[in-house]
């Protein structure tokens, strides 16, 4: 009874790793330091099935190891930007190991911000800030190109007015009326998808972003601008970050 049902169950798509490796990472250039604390998780496809169909544990990479290695490479090569580290992440495991078909890796960094008082910048210490939430996404397949993605969440914004909604859809369940006025507060995510890997300022491109983000949802600071639906402000959203960010093919947002 066993192997005949054994025959009927197909792979669709196997997968095991290490979730939630902290990395803090501190450069230190005399008195002044800079940080970054990040969190990873770390998902790998073995070539064999064995694992799953004998019990062999012989191909397995243990997620303690994804874990000490995560924090050797952090130490070994430093991380510049999470993208980055990332990425040398997924060619580690695929580079390392001929038996790992695919490497997958999400990674979110912590929204530290250096003390300032004044104009001037602490030399060494920070403030938690969590206005937005950074991460990114790599996946590669064995000899193929890595798909990188960044993002944003968890971003809260509001504003008192220049937001209205009407001219929408009625029926007998409807009970929302017309308004020109109104308040308008969401939660923004965004996430887009390079088109490329090297060469990238991965800060410059985040930042910018976000500013375009802000930009569009605040309008002109003295005055605002109208907003006639939250689904017109994310396309224009959506069109500026692509014409601003040539290195970004895809962009996804909402609130």
Not at 48 to 55: C, I
Not at 198 to 215: G, P
């Given at each position: 009874m066993a192997a005949a049902s054994e025959q009927?169950?197909?792979?669709?798509?196997?997968g095991y790793g290490k979730n939630a490796v902290k990395v803090l990472v501190i450069r230190r250039e005399g008195s002044r330091h800079s940080i970054i604390e990040l969190k990873a998780d770390v998902e790998l496809t073995?070539?064999?099935?064995?694992?799953?169909?004998?019990?062999?544990?012989?191909?397995?990479?243990?997620?303690?190891t994804i874990k000490n290695t995560v924090h050797g490479l952090a130490k070994l090569?430093?991380?510049?930007?999470?993208?980055?580290?990332a990425l040398d992440v997924c060619n580690h495991f695929l580079t390392s190991f001929n038996h790992v078909l695919r490497a997958?890796?999400?990674?979110?960094?912590?929204?530290?911000?250096?003390?300032?008082?004044?104009?001037?910048?602490?030399?060494?210490?920070f403030i938690f800030s969590p206005e937005?939430?950074?991460?990114?996404?790599?996946?590669?397949?064995?000899?193929?190109?890595?798909?990188?993605?960044?993002g944003l969440k968890n971003m809260k914004v509001l504003k008192t007015t220049q937001s209205g909604f009407e001219g929408f859809l009625r029926d007998r369940f409807t009970t929302l009326q017309d308004t020109k006025d109104r308040c308008f507060c969401t939660s923004v995510y965004a996430r887009w998808r390079y088109n490329k890997v090297q060469d990238v300022a991965f800060d410059?491109?985040?930042?910018?972003?976000?500013e375009t983000v802000i930009e569009r949802f605040a309008g002109p600071y003295d005055r605002g601008e109208f907003s006639p639906s939250v689904q017109k402000t994310l396309y224009e959203?959506?069109?500026?970050?692509?014409?601003?960010?040539?290195?970004?093919?895809?962009c996804l947002s909402g609130g």
């Amino acid at each position: 009874m066993a192997a005949a049902s054994e025959q009927n169950v197909e792979f669709v798509r196997t997968g095991y790793g290490k979730n939630a490796v902290k990395v803090l990472v501190i450069r230190r250039e005399g008195s002044r330091h800079s940080i970054i604390e990040l969190k990873a998780d770390v998902e790998l496809t073995l070539k064999s099935r064995k694992d799953y169909l004998s019990g062999d544990n012989s191909d397995i990479i243990p997620t303690d190891t994804i874990k000490n290695t995560v924090h050797g490479l952090a130490k070994l090569k430093g991380v510049k930007t999470i993208e980055q580290f990332a990425l040398d992440v997924c060619n580690h495991f695929l580079t390392s190991f001929n038996h790992v078909l695919r490497a997958k890796v999400y990674m979110e960094e912590a929204p530290w911000r250096r003390l300032e008082k004044n104009g001037v910048e602490h030399a060494h210490a920070f403030i938690f800030s969590p206005e937005t939430c950074r991460f990114c996404d790599v996946e590669q397949n064995l000899n193929g190109v890595p798909v990188l993605h960044s993002g944003l969440k968890n971003m809260k914004v509001l504003k008192t007015t220049q937001s209205g909604f009407e001219g929408f859809l009625r029926d007998r369940f409807t009970t929302l009326q017309d308004t020109k006025d109104r308040c308008f507060c969401t939660s923004v995510y965004a996430r887009w998808r390079y088109n490329k890997v090297q060469d990238v300022a991965f800060d410059s491109a985040w930042k910018c972003v976000r500013e375009t983000v802000i930009e569009r949802f605040a309008g002109p600071y003295d005055r605002g601008e109208f907003s006639p639906s939250v689904q017109k402000t994310l396309y224009e959203t959506q069109v500026l970050v692509l014409d601003r960010v040539p290195e970004a093919v895809f962009c996804l947002s909402g609130g």
